[in-house]
């Protein structure tokens, strides 16, 4: 059974830093693309950063420069090193896992979400 368990979330005061962790078990980690994604109040989710199978990292502009994602296969664990922190940064932060195969669905997971909150 394939569990994303994400956490450090958290309430911070803009211009401070968090780290979000996922926790990956039940699948061949380092066979799967990562990311980041966010949720805020009234809406949709929306990508903040993925990392490859190869370690190559794509960013929303939002965050760019302040977001930083990394993995560690040996751990199975992905990482959002977060700083210089808006207020619009707040959201619910949601870790994903994601493996395309050839002529099926994805195979595509998601972890509970960890709440940021961030302060003006």
């Known amino acids: 059974q394939v569990q994303l368990v994400d956490s450090g979330g958290g309430l911070v005061q803009a211009g401070g830093s968090l780290r979000l962790s996922c926790a990956a078990s039940?699948?061949?980690?380092?066979?799967?693309?990562m990311g980041w994604y966010r949720q805020a109040p009234g809406k949709q989710r929306e990508l903040v950063a993925n990392?490859?199978?190869?370690?190559?990292?794509n960013y929303a502009d939002s965050v760019k420069g302040r977001f930083t994602a990394s993995r560690d296969n040996a751990k199975n664990m992905v990482y959002l090193q977060m700083n210089s922190l808006k207020p619009e940064d707040t959201a619910i932060y949601y870790c994903n896992a994601m493996k395309f195969r050839i002529g099926h669905d994805p195979y595509n997971y998601w972890g509970q979400g960890t709440q940021v909150t961030v302060s003006s």
């Open positions: 990392i490859t199978r190869g370690g190559r990292t």
């Open positions: 039940g699948l061949i980690f380092s066979f799967y693309d």
